[in-house]
C-alpha cells in the first residue's frame, strides 16, 4: 500500500511563490507516474501537473504553464510542485496521486492519493 503525504502548502499574497512536497512511501516510486491535482471550492478536482518515471514525459495544464513547475526525486521518493506569479485563482486543497498504470493524465487511472495541502492566495 502506498503512503502519499504532502506538505508546504498555506496562505501566500498574490504574486509570490510556494513549493509543494509528497513524500511516498511503501511502493516503488521509481515505476510511478505522479500528478498534482486541485480542487477549489465547488468546482470539480482537475489535474494540474503530471509527471511520468519517463525523463521529460511532463504535462501541465494550461491554467498553470509557464509558473508551475512539477519535479520528482527518487532518492527522496518525493514529488515537488514549485508554484510561482501565485494569484487567487490557484487557491484550492491539492492533492498529490501517484499511478501505476500512468503516464496518465485521467483522475481515474490514479491509484493512490494524499490527504491534500490547503493552498490561499489572498488578493
Known amino acids: 500500500q502506498v503512503q502519499l503525504v504532502e506538505s508546504g502548502g498555506g496562505l501566500v499574497q498574490a504574486g509570490g511563490s510556494l513549493s509543494l512536497s509528497c513524500a511516498a512511501s511503501g511502493g516503488t516510486f521509481s515505476r510511478y507516474a505522479m500528478g498534482w491535482f486541485r480542487q477549489a471550492p465547488g468546482k470539480e478536482r482537475e489535474l494540474v501537473a503530471a509527471i511520468s518515471w519517463i525523463p521529460g514525459m511532463i504535462y501541465y495544464a494550461d491554467s498553470v504553464k509557464g509558473r508551475v513547475t512539477i519535479s520528482r526525486s527518487s532518492a527522496e521518493n518525493t514529488v515537488f510542485l514549485q508554484m510561482n506569479s501565485l494569484n487567487p485563482g490557484d487557491t484550492a486543497v491539492y492533492y498529490c496521486?501517484?499511478?501505476?498504470?500512468?503516464?496518465?493524465?485521467?483522475?481515474?487511472?490514479?491509484?493512490?492519493w494524499g490527504q491534500g495541502t490547503q493552498v490561499t492566495v489572498s488578493s
Open positions: 496521486a501517484a499511478s501505476v498504470t500512468g503516464p496518465t493524465t485521467r483522475e481515474s487511472d490514479y491509484d493512490y
